[in-house]
């Protein structure tokens, strides 16, 4: 027995000890696992950085350069978006700085809700994710910098060669470090790394001397993020501020008059009436009085009315672009509402089929599953055979066996309903339906993902319990209650990755639409992408072909928000 008299103040002395030290061994602990994820993620993350986000950030340069067979033209601001979309590119401008504000306000409203809701204090980390972000778009500022003397090195080193000096790689090297020692160059990148600095020592700084919490990486990265997004906003409504300035300053010049100014004004004010039209027509059905439900109704549709006819500016605004982007859009609509739609109804009707019990269903699936797998190029080159133009093709000697006309179809630029219609009725552009070249190209999409949808719908069907279907049995349900109260329900987050994979791919499609293009169609079986190719490859105008891709990327993401909002309220995951 121990004779040391160990007194109240003691243990509580060491047992304080002892949970400091089990925290700082807990926040020890955490630091050495972020360290080791991250460093396990630095890989992906250069790979990442190399093969996506560097492209798409020398996208963005590019799309503010000018000029023919020059990847370093001269600079024009935002001059290929409005030579692409016309005066709407100033809307689209400052209404993309509207979304980033938006999304760094709704990010910061939801930190702060969430750190009330646990009592604690996100700003002392928050600082840290502020300082963090601002050090990224001080790096981002840097590489927009260094990339034009970075692109010129090509240039030094074809006119070093020229001189006699054979050795590349010292070349490069030279070059390189002449490059980054420019003092417009190294000045920017100095600052950027002094505030990473600042705040990395910030960030350790905080975490060691904060009590631990499992939402600290939540709050950084939140902050960081807020940041970025508040910044890309503000340079953004800068940007585009400047590019009207000097249009009207240009326009001054030439003793001309614009109307940017109430364009934007006009086509903005539609949409925000569009948005509280949504707004009110939303929160009609929560009303329990029907006398406001019907004023709020109402209301919304006034609302909808005001919004079409100030929306109504925008085709004067896009009036002033190229005819090829918007009907290259157009008929890329086209591509996307005439194929997604079959390829949906033919895929779950096989799909249902063969999940049934029949024999054979196995070689089946291999048999549809083909064309999806079939080299594209290869595949379109048969189409081309079998829908020519020749009265021998094998698509015209079918309609000759039915006693029907042959048709140009590759070579046919006449619209689809047009064709129906007759030569006596005159439609519009946009009514006149895709051509019957495109609907030979739509007919390939469908052949070619149909086998695709109907794996991925095999797999979904496969998921749901049969015991639902034995319950809806017993309660009398027939095949086409049980389809449509159990099977589409369940079905809904397959058909929902299906139509967001669809609707990006119909888009950026581009391979067989090439092929299956053809001179005679005059140019209404160009889709977008392939717009943009001819942009780049014909015209060879490389920074007007990055801002249409820049533009189709826009696109791309706004459908994609779309269908995100449309599905949250309709998937049902069980």
Known sequence: MSDTVVTPGAKETTATGAREGKAISRRARAIRESALAYLFLLPAFLIIFTFGIFPLAFSAYESTLRGLNRIVGTYDGIGNYVRAVGDLAYVLGFWLAIVFLYLAIREMVGLLREARLHSENPWPIGIAGIVMGAAFALFLRFFFIFLPHLLGIADHMRAAQQQGETDTGALFRRFLGEAFGLPEVIGPFYVALAVLLVGALLTTFVIRSRPYSPRTNRYFGGFFQFTVLTLAALFLAWFTWTAVRDAYAAALEDGEELALWSQIVTISAGLVLLALSWFLWRSANQRDNNLSMLWR???????????????GEVPRAAASGDDDWWYGLLVTVYYSAGSIPFQFAISLMLASFLFQNIKGRGFFRMIYFLPYITPTVGAAAVFRVIFSARSSAPMNSLLDLLGMQPLGWLNEPTGIFQLIAGSSVTLPTWAAGPSLSMVVIIIFGIWSYVGFNTVIFL?????????LY??????????????????LPLLSPTIYFLTLYAVIGTFKAFNHIYVLRSPAALGTADTVSVVIFDAMKRDTRYGYAAALA???LIIVMGLTVINNRIASKRVFYG
């Open 297 to 311: 109704l109402g209301a919304a549709a006034m609302l909808m009315i005001g919004a079409w006819l100030l929306i």
């Open 459 to 467: 797999a979904g069907l496969g998921a749901i319990p049969s015991s």
């Open 470 to 487: 034995e319950a809806a049995s017993i309660d009398g349900a027939g095949r086409w209650a049980q389809f449509r109260h159990v099977t």
């Open 550 to 552: 820049i533009l189709l």
